[in-house]
């Protein structure tokens, strides 16, 4: 017999070479690194729009008319607190100011206590009609206000609170309640199952159990949407100008700035008007400054959970 070779085996293919990771992780990164760019830098024309104004503001507080005109960007040779003084007592701006703390205390103690009560029901019971309810109060979000403010002013009118801080009080507990509801039914949800039914167990009744156990759980939910109640009413403007029209002792402090810029001429009072809106702007910075962790606490911990 002859012996018969057996022919070579095919040579293998060699796999193509996959693509490196490393390369396209590099390549993630930096875009990762465009778009956070980009972000700082929008965020930071952002800010330059915001404070320069404010700062500007501020500044204008301590000079006076002169230096306004003639120097408007440079610092007031002196610190003339005289126009603080005079803002608050000369054009009633303590009046107003003492008028807005107590209408927008009261609506915001309302505001939360309805509408964490509101939201807690919606979020953590079923029943028919549920989400209608909760889609009709979440509607209010898409209203503008100005379009309700000819049949506001008859309806209030008619219940007798015009010229009133209760019906100022009332109104703004109803435009802020879409918000409210919307914001804390969703943190209400997070909240754990467990700890209501062990509270149930130890025999809670549902309003115990709302006031003394959910409630405290919710609490950095609650402070940020407060706080967001409290900045959006005190420089709430077009309402009280058509609730509090014809009582000026009780305008609050919009109302009374507005009326010291339209009264504005060459012979107003420039510096104490921007003392005056410095006294409306400070507080809400402070408040703001105060409760910035607990706002980012309250915005985030519904993620979280």
């Known amino acids: 017999m002859t012996s018969q070779t ?10 193509r070479p996959a693509a490196p990771a490393k390369g396209r992780r590099r390549g993630r990164h930096q875009e990762v690194r465009l778009f956070a760019g980009l972000g700082h830098v929008a965020l930071a024309v952002w800010a330059v729009i915001v404070i320069v104004p404010i700062l500007w503001t501020f500044l204008a507080a301590f000079k006076n008319t002169s230096e306004i005109f003639s120097s408007p960007w440079t610092l007031p040779a002196e610190l003339r607190f005289e126009n603080f003084g005079r803002a608050w007592t000369k054009a009633h701006v303590g009046r107003y100011f003492l008028n807005s703390v107590f209408v927008v205390a009261c609506s915001t103690f309302g505001t939360m206590l309805f509408g964490s009560m509101a939201a807690y029901v919606l979020a953590r019971y079923k029943f028919r009609g549920n989400r209608a309810i909760y889609y009709l109060f979440v509607s209010g979000l898409a209203f503008p206000v100005f379009l309700a403010l000819v049949p506001l002013f008859f309806v209030v009118k008619n219940l007798g ?9 009332l109104v703004y507990i109803a435009y802020s309640l879409p918000f409210t509801i919307f914001f804390l039914a969703a943190f209400f949800r997070t909240l754990p199952n467990s700890v209501a039914e062990a509270g149930m167990i130890d025999g809670c009744s549902h309003t115990r159990l709302f006031f003394q156990v959910m409630l405290p759980m919710a609490k950095p939910g609650l402070i940020s949407v407060a706080i967001f109640n409290i900045i959006g009413q005190w420089a709430q403007y077009q309402l009280p100008l058509v ?10 402090l919009t109302q009374g700035i507005a009326d010291i810029s339209v009264n504005a001429g060459y012979e107003a009072d420039w510096s104490g008007l921007f003392a005056a809106l410095t006294i409306a702007i400070l507080p809400m910075i402070l408040v703001y400054a105060v409760f910035q962790r607990q706002i980012q606490s309250g915005l985030t911990s519904g993620a979280v959970k």
């Not at 609170?161 to 009080?169: A, F, K, S, W």
Request: hydrophobic share 45%; proline share 17%.
């Open 6 to 15: 057996l022919p070579p085996a095919p040579a293998k293919i060699p796999p």
């Open 161 to 169: 609170l015009l010229d009133t801080h209760t019906g100022v009080i």
């Open 243 to 252: 609730l509090l029209s014809n009582a000026k002792e009780k305008w609050v």
